[in-house]
C-alpha cells in the first residue's frame, strides 16, 4: 500500500490539488484526504500545507518527492526486467523543452526514438520559462545555460550562442545596425519570461561586458513565435544558435552585431540529482546526447 500512497502523493503534486488527484486516479476525496492521512502518520511528518485555493510542499514533503521518485523508479524497472526482459525499453518518459528548440530539433529527434522504441509514451512540455521538475514530476529538461540549481544535474550537450538577427526584408527598409548602440532607433522582438521582458541584450563593447536596453511593440513568451515574427520582417530579435542555424544557412536570416556578441553559454540536459532513472529514460539521454550534442 506504501507503494500506491507514494503513487498518490506525486498525483497530488502534480495536479496541484488532492480533488485533482482524485480525479486522475478515479479515488474518491474521502479516500485521497485517508490515504493523505496514513502517509503522513507512516513518515511521521506533515507533508503538505494546505490552504482553500492551494497546495505547497513542507521541507518533509519535498524530500519525500525526490526520495518517492526514486523508489517508484526503481520498482518499475525491477518490474520491467521481470516481466519484460532486460533488453526492453517501455513507458513514459515526462520532459521539457524550450518552444523553440522543441518544436524544431527536439520533437523530430523524440519521433526517432519512438519509431524505434514503439512502447514508450512521451510526455513533453514546451515552454521557455523555468520549469521545477520535482513539481512537475519531470524526467529530464533541455535547458539553455549554466545550472544553477543544486539539487539538479546535467549532461552539458553543447555550446549556446545568442545572436542578433533579422530578415533581409527589414534590413532592406530599416538600415544594417553597425553599433549595439544603433539598436535603439530599431524595432526589437522581446522575448518575456514569466512577468520580466528580456529587454537588456548582451554585449561585449571595447573588450568590456555591457547591457544595451531595447525597445519593440511585439512581445512574447514563446521563443518560436520571436522566430517567426523575426523571419516575416517584424523587427530584430536575440535568438540562440541553435534556434536559426538552419534560417542563416538558408539566408532567411542574417546575423548581426557578430563582432560585439558574447560568451557562449551553455545547452544542457537536467535531471533530478536524487533520481535513479529508469532504463527508458537513460535510452532517451543517451539518444539525445549523441545527435545534439
Known sequence: MLIENLKLFLQIVEKGGLAAAGRELGLAPA????????????????????????????????ELVTGARRILAETEETEARIRLGV????GAIHISAPSDLGRNQIVPLLDRFMAENPEVTIDL????????????????????GELADSTMKAHRLGQNHRLVCA???????????????????HRCLIMRF????????????????RSCRVQGNRIADDGDLIRQWCLSGHGIALKSDWDIRADLKAGRLVKLLAGFAPEASALQMVYPAGAVQPRRVRALMKYLSERLG
Open 31 to 62: 479516500t485521497v484526504t485517508d490515504r493523505l492521512a496514513a502517509l503522513e502518520a507512516h513518515y511521521g511528518a506533515r507533508l503538505l500545507t494546505r490552504t482553500t485555493r492551494s497546495i505547497s510542499l513542507t521541507d518533509e514533503g519535498r
Open 87 to 90: 533488453e526492453k525499453i517501455s
Open 125 to 144: 512540455s514546451l515552454s521557455d520559462d523555468y520549469v521545477d521538475l520535482v513539481g512537475r514530476g519531470l524526467d529530464l529538461a533541455i535547458r539553455y
Open 167 to 185: 530578415a533581409p526584408s527589414y534590413l532592406k527598409l530599416n538600415g544594417v545596425p553597425l553599433h549595439p548602440d544603433d539598436l535603439a532607433h
Open 194 to 209: 514569466g512577468a520580466n521582458a528580456d529587454q537588456d541584450w548582451p554585449f561585449v563593447i571595447d573588450g568590456q561586458k
